[in-house]
């Protein structure tokens, strides 16, 4: 101290005596001066110091004058006051020594274990009530003086360190290093995303999309339809419209028919059926996919009408029958079939006419398989496998019976060949239907309206000539008969039935078949150049 070698023991200059305490790098030893440290004021640690002796407040210094601390002097510590900077003195103790930033309780051991070999603070160092308490060498700070020194470097730990350990950098250094990331971030940014744009594009050149494509579509509406639409028709039509499979021993054919009644009968063409026989089998397929065996009830080539009947079937559903006198040229009409075997086809069009006289069949040589029919004519395609299918008008009722059609090769035939639409199909009138079916039920077969009277089918005028007496070897106009006693005589041509003219003995047939037995027509005939009137009462035949 100030060149004087401290003897433990001795009072030192200053009065602290010196004892002997094992040698431990960087921890401070009681009364014993740092190295370097400026000597402490009693009571006052870190006290000023004048050439080497340290200046006591009220003592005289070297030279004589006393000192006196002043707080206007820089450094100049002054009693119960903290020197700037420092920790929190303890309770009698200004700017008492500090542990690790932690100041020791007076009585209490500081944290950490306690160093046997080191001096307790006593009440006379710490002024603690409880003396003789032992503090931990090991938490001593390494200089505990130069932490509060404020002519000292700042100590370790003084200022805020990385987790590294290196020294902080500047405001303007780390502005400098975020602008530097941040170029190097948009520079990396930039190539990534032109190697992604370019995958990308690749990969939309080669596949065409990025996952499967999604067309835009319309949303699900309401399944119901308007109750006179086409869809609405065959939806309230289908479940009574079937599909007859016809086999025999020699051919086999498809066609189509609909419920009459809940007992089971069901209308067709008589064309249809024909290929059964006497011991075929006719199989009939319902909408819904249930099958039943039937047999036939009644049929007449010469309408070209058939019902057969299936039993065991429940829940039948009977189309309603409209009336056909009231169909107008142009009416909407919906058909329904099994075109090709394609059970269930609906189709649609017009009334294109009606009371069209055609005849259909005559296969078998003797005429006795011909068809007169008075019919209406639709454009609503009718193709093989629609024969006795219902045609219906917008209230869903039936008002023909589809069985004929018009081929480009083959003439007017009945549609059980193999020749398509041209929009030329017809139909029988369902009143005429009607009354042949009720005939068919009842009694097994129908009646047919006659004149009496025998044509000349080989006739080439315009009309319908009666037979004349060596055309056939029968008479020609049968006695008692209708037209005899209308007044017809052999050779007389009709010219027309109830006004409407005819132009051959089929058209005759036709309208004659067109109304019922006991009907009253009036005929136009021409006789000797001149034309009468005649009253007839139609008479009947039963078909066989």
């Known amino acids: 101290m100030d060149g004087v070698p401290l003897v433990p023991g001795v009072p030192a200059a200053g009065g602290a005596a010196f004892e002997a305490s094992p040698s431990v790098p960087g921890t401070p030893v009681p009364g014993v001066a740092a190295p370097g440290a400026p000597p402490a004021l009693p009571g006052v ?5 004048l050439d080497g002796v340290p200046l006591v407040p009220g003592v005289p210094a070297a030279g004589g004058a006393a000192f006196e601390a002043s707080p206007s002097v820089p450094g100049t510590p002054v009693p119960g006051v903290a020197a700037p900077g420092a920790p929190p003195a303890l309770p009698d103790v200004p700017g ?45 700070p390494a200089d505990p003086w130069r932490r509060y020194d404020p002519w000292a470097a700042a100590p370790l730990g003084a200022g805020p360190l990385q987790q590294t350990g290196g020294a902080v950098l500047s405001v303007e250094q780390r502005r400098r290093r975020r602008r ?35 067309l ?17 028709i065959a939806a309230r039509a289908l479940p009574s419209v079937v599909t007859l499979h016809v ?13 009459l009644d809940t007992r089971g009968h069901i209308l067709t063409n008589s064309h249809v059926v024909e290929p059964a026989g006497s011991g075929g089998e006719i199989s009939v397929v319902f909408n819904g996919g249930q099958t039943a065996k039937a047999e036939v009830v009644g049929k007449d080539s010469g309408y070209d009408l058939a019902v057969v009947r299936v039993t065991g079937v429940r829940g039948l559903r009977p189309l309603p029958l409209g009336n056909s006198d009231n169909v107008r040229v142009g009416d909407p009409v919906v058909a329904i079939g099994a075109p090709f075997d394609l059970e269930g086809t609906v189709t649609s069009g017009i009334i294109s006419a009606k009371e069209r006289p055609i005849t259909a069949g005559g296969e078998s040589g003797d005429a006795s398989d011909v068809s007169y029919v008075d019919a209406l004519q639709t454009d609503a395609p009718i193709n093989p496998g629609n024969s006795g299918g219902p045609l219906l008008d917008t209230r869903g009722q039936v008002i023909g019976i589809n069985s004929a059609i018009r081929s480009a090769a083959d003439g007017t035939d009945s549609d059980g060949g193999q020749s398509g639409s041209i929009g030329l199909g ?15 039920i009842n009694t097994g077969r129908a009646t047919h309206p006659v004149i009496g009277v025998t044509l000349d089918m080989d006739y080439s005028g315009d009309g319908a000539r009666v037979g004349t007496d060596d ?13 005899d006693r209308a007044g017809i005589r052999p050779g007389d041509v009709i010219t027309a039935v109830d006004g409407r003219r005819v132009h051959s003995g089929e058209e005759l047939i036709v309208k004659t078949r067109a109304h019922r037995p006991g009907d009253r027509l009036e005929l136009t005939v021409e006789r000797d150049g001149k034309e009468r009137t005649l009253s007839l009462v139609l008479g009947s035949s039963d078909s066989g």
Request: hydrophobic share 40%; glycine share 24%.
């Open 247 to 259: 086999s025999g021993s020699e051919e086999a054919g498809t066609g189509t028919g609909f419920v």
């Open 216 to 232: 835009p579509q319309a949303p699900a509406e309401p399944g119901g339809r308007d109750a006179d639409s086409v869809a609405g």
């Open 96 to 140: 008492g020594p500090v542990f690790d930033g932690v100041p020791p309780v007076p009585g209490k051991p500081a944290v950490g274990a306690v160093d046997s070999e080191t001096p307790p603070l006593t009440s006379g160092a710490l002024g603690a009530p409880d003396p003789g308490i032992p503090v931990p060498a090991a938490e001593v």
């Open 471 to 483: 055309s056939g070897g029968s008479a020609p106009v049968t006695a008692g008969g209708p037209g």
């Open 426 to 440: 017809f139909a029988i009138p369902v009143n005429q239907g009607k009354r042949v079916a009720e005939e068919l």
């Open 180 to 214: 530097r990331g941040l170029v190097g971030g948009a520079l990396l940014l930039a190539l990534v995303s032109g190697a992604v744009g370019g995958g990308v594009g690749v990969h939309l050149e080669r596949s065409g999309g990025v996952g499967a494509v999604q």
């Open 45 to 49: 640690v870190g006290g000023p110091v």
